[in-house]
């Protein structure tokens, strides 16, 4: 017993400097262009947005270059992305980054008819473990593709060429998600029947592609892009970034279970601001909120909020009007992301340099400019940037 008294202590001790800190966060993203060669980069933020931090900047050489989509933090904890442009063939790359050390790892190169190419969309990551994305262009129509990763064999798989009239053509920012009856759901731009796109049905089970619709630019709207979002089982909703009765896009509801679209707002270029090209995100409140790139009180675009068990659509940011301060920010693009703080951040394209990266604080009801991206200092122009929130490794203290 007297050993153990005299053993405790150390135990104690060792037990102590083996212990684990908690898991911190950051933000992470891509810009399209700036830094050290003007070929995009990865950036990060402390985990209220502030402090960017340069992690690596695309040479447009073998690396890639123009990393258009964002990044996601797969199940491993790596962050994974692709670029439109650069590496072997100049058709991008697939990309991984360690959050933990920064360090950039190409993983394999487009190489257009087999990968498809210009890959403009971010990756996303279905429950059987696999990465899921779309190419701009490429495949054997050149139209795109669809197409799966795995990430231990580092294998890519090309599922569907999409040749424009039958499945779509142009998925220029296509994410794809998982509904809850375990199929990846995503919409093409442009093709299909009325080349105003389609939105489609893929089951990674029976390796079965399934076209649910074409869009019809007056009535549903045209051109849909982003992601869409289950709201419920079997009820998505997903905006299309032209057509609808005003021209200026549409937000719309699918529902799988009976294959009917329904729209539910006509966006306005002057009331509501037009061009959501990002699909929509939906918050702890269970609110919709999304980036409208152009139009507004200010034409200089919007932050919206759409109200599911209402029906009620409101501006909840009008960029580029005097009254909220906002002239030197405009076009925001992406999706907006909420983040474990409560608070929503999103970017615009343009501001004062290139850019500016924001916070919306929904209980307040206030907006707050955080920093302005700078091309020749950490980046410039995060065109459709979904900032995420990165779980770091715990440090050993």
Known sequence: MKLLSRLLPVLTIICFVTQELPAQ????????WGGVTTGGVVFKTDNDGTNPQTVYSFTYGVDGGEPYGGLIQAANGKLYGTTYGGG???????????PATGTFTKKLDFDSINTGSNCMSTLFQASNGKLYGTSWSGGTADKGVLFEYDIPSNIITKIIDFDGPINGAQPYNTTLMEASNGKLYGTVAMGGANNNGILFEYDPVTSVFIKKLDFVSASTGAGPAGRLTEVAPGILYGSASDGGANGGGVIFEYNNNTNILTTKINLDLSITGSRIYDGLMQAANGKLYALAQSGGPGYAGTMVEFDIATSQFTNIIDFGTLDTGLLTTWEPYGSPMQASNGKIYGTSAYGSNGGDLFEYDIVTDTYLPLFDFDAAINASSPYYLRLIEVNTPPADV
């Open 25 to 32: 966060s950051e933000f992470w993203g891509t810009t399209r």
């Open 88 to 98: 072997m063939y100049s058709f991008g790359v697939l990309y991984e980054i360690d």
